[in-house]
């Protein structure tokens, strides 16, 4: 016979057990979120459609846990958006060197244009965007128009 107290525990258990699994985050649904944020994009623009993405109740933002974040980019470096807020818009990232030799801009137009859209960049590279940790980030783009890349990046 179960107490109320037992109900209550066991409730409790299913929910955190819930908010953990829904908090986790792999490869392919930082794909999949890519992919609807460019749709996203495309579809409202780009101020319309970054502040929809910047919205944790979309499901395009958890800084918090994985990291997950979009940012848009255009083809000459300059930022467009960033909702982990470790750049501005309008700043120019396009001089950006990463330790691997390669640069910010290099790595995302070559996924965008000769690749499916998914890189990794090593744990030395960029920092998670509230823990600072520096470990590996996994981040998908997709062109949105002739000029613009949206990116989603998280640490998992």
Request: charged share 15%; glycine share 10%.
């Given at each position: 016979?179960?107490?109320?107290?037992?109900?209550?525990?066991?409730?409790?258990?299913?929910?955190?057990?819930?908010?953990?699994?829904?908090?986790?985050?792999?490869?392919?649904?930082?794909?999949?979120?890519?992919?609807?944020?460019?749709?996203?994009?495309?579809?409202?623009?780009?101020?319309?459609?970054?502040?929809?993405?910047?919205?944790?109740?979309?499901?395009?933002?958890?800084?918090?846990?994985?990291?997950?974040?979009?940012?848009?980019?255009?083809?000459?470096?300059?930022?467009?958006?960033?909702?982990?807020?470790?750049?501005?818009?309008?700043?120019?990232?396009?001089?950006?060197?990463?330790?691997?030799?390669?640069?910010?801009?290099?790595?995302?137009?070559?996924?965008?244009?000769?690749?499916?859209?998914?890189?990794?960049?090593?744990?030395?590279?960029?920092?998670?965007?509230?823990?600072?940790?520096?470990?590996?980030?996994?981040?998908?783009?997709?062109?949105?128009?002739?000029?613009?890349i949206v990116c989603?990046?998280?640490?998992?």
């Amino acid at each position: 016979m179960f107490s109320k107290l037992h109900a209550l525990s066991l409730g409790l258990a299913a929910s955190l057990a819930f908010t953990g699994s829904a908090l986790a985050l792999d490869a392919s649904e930082l794909i999949t979120k890519g992919k609807t944020a460019a749709q996203i994009l495309s579809s409202e623009g780009i101020d319309a459609g970054s502040v929809k993405l910047g919205d944790p109740a979309q499901g395009y933002l958890d800084l918090d846990n994985s990291g997950l974040h979009t940012f848009g980019v255009n083809r000459k470096g300059i930022i467009l958006f960033d909702h982990s807020k470790q750049t501005e818009k309008g700043m120019d990232i396009s001089g950006f060197a990463l330790p691997t030799g390669s640069t910010v801009v290099d790595d995302i137009l070559k996924a965008v244009d000769n690749g499916d859209g998914t890189f990794s960049w090593p744990g030395d590279a960029i920092p998670h965007p509230v823990t600072g940790a520096l470990q590996s980030s996994t981040v998908h783009c997709e062109a949105v128009n002739s000029s613009d890349i949206v990116c989603a990046m998280a640490w998992f």
